[in-house]
């Protein structure tokens, strides 16, 4: 198991950029970054110097900008890469290396090289930066003993961690746990796993990574990545809390906000019913889940939206609707609504419900209250 409590690595400003489409500005990365930091995030990924000089012209007022994290920036495994890196003004330097047979035969690659270049790019990143980590790209179709003599390597170079990569999203969370706690036990380097989330499990195999023995695990706020994305900051960090017990010790009550600017800096509408951002994840209908609510949120809630910077939203009144969420919708909306009013009520609003195809909204749910009462 690791020897310090786990923590998340964000890079949204990288992996998140990566995805089609997606073009952030810099006031809009400085304000994504700042939010990161301000959340507790020990660690930002925020850019590929190579790409030119204005994207290493934002790196620089990004790691400029007065945050308590560290700054990090990608590249390959190349010295034209590291150079581009070293004008950043980051703390940190992140260089990927093939791992599977597959993508070393694709970039016309071997073992042999892989070891080798490890060597000399590590040797000049050692003497520029404050630290550097080592990315096994393809790492969840690698070769078991080759991914642990990689570790070595990484470790003997001088490396802070190496990065497990599920490039494909290929793993599922038995795989992780069982992958993780074997590498866990063949060196002493720092283990970051980085899930995509091709199958939709990329939380789940986060989670499950950190819970095996990885020391950190990187993340993207609403998963935003490449294809399916990346695994969720937010899904990420609220599961660790609740489902694994887990406290990073991140303000959580930032989650919300953060969700909503990366959202609209991405030009990505998140899907109404996302966990934990999601306008409508904490959203009830149904009569027995409405009135287990207005006992105890906890009767149908894990987490609670105000913990997570959300407005509690009222209860939606349709064709699933009780008594009880009728009078009390009536309440919030400034009507006094009896048990007898509602029991004559309720048969009408669902018919109506069921013919619109859809719950009622405010105006629909006075008229009938004002035809009620």
């Known amino acids: 198991m690791p020897s310090k409590a786990p923590y998340l690595i964000d890079t949204t400003l990288r992996d998140g950029e990566q995805a089609a489409g997606v073009v952030f ?8 970054a700042r939010e990161l930091d301000a959340l507790g995030l020990p660690e930002l990924e ?52 093939p791992a599977s047979e597959l993508h070393q035969r694709i970039w016309k690659k071997d073992a042999a090289w892989v070891f080798k270049t490890m060597e000399s790019i590590s040797r000049i990143a050692a003497d520029h930066f404050e630290y550097f980590t080592i990315g096994a790209q393809d790492a969840s179709r690698a070769d078991s003993e080759f991914l642990k003599l990689f570790m070595h390597a990484a470790q003997s170079f001088g490396a802070k961690r190496i990065r497990y990569a599920d490039t494909t999203g290929r793993l599922n969370p038995i795989q992780t746990y069982q992958i993780i706690q074997s590498l866990r036990t063949c060196a002493d380097i720092e283990i970051e796993f980085h899930g995509h989330n091709d199958l939709g499990m990329a939380t789940a195999n986060s989670v499950t990574a950190l819970q095996a023995g990885a020391d950190s695990a990187s993340v993207t706020v609403n998963g ?29 009550s930032r989650l919300a906000s953060l969700s909503d600017l990366v959202a609209k800096a991405s030009n990505r509408r998140l899907k109404w019913d996302k966990p934990v951002t999601g306008k409508g994840s904490f959203t009830h209908e149904s009569g027995i889940h409405c009135s287990g609510q207005m006992q105890d949120s906890a009767s149908y809630e894990v987490l609670s939206p105000e913990a997570i910077g959300h407005k509690r939203p009222p209860h939606v009144i349709g064709r699933h609707s009780s008594c009880r969420a009728l009078i009390e919708a009536a309440s919030q909306m400034g009507w006094t609504l009896l048990q007898s009013q509602a029991e004559q009520l309720l048969p009408r609003i669902r018919e109506t419900a069921t013919q619109l195809g ?12 004002k035809r009620s009462i």
């Open 25 to 32: 500005a810099l006031s809009e990365k400085l304000q994504i």
């Open 224 to 252: 935003l990545g490449e294809r399916a994305g990346n695994a969720p900051l937010e899904e990420v960090a609220t599961a660790l809390l609740c489902a694994a017990q887990i406290d990073l010790g991140l303000d959580i």
């Open 46 to 97: 925020v850019g590929i110097p190579a790409m030119g000089a204005s994207e290493r012209a934002h790196i620089r007022m990004i790691a400029a900008s007065g945050l308590q994290c560290k700054i990090l920036t990608w590249g390959r495994a190349t010295v034209e890469d590291l150079r581009a890196a070293m004008g950043s003004g980051a703390d940190g330097f992140h260089f990927s290396l």
């Open 358 to 369: 859809r719950a009622l909204n405010e105006d629909e749910l006075s008229h009938f209250f």
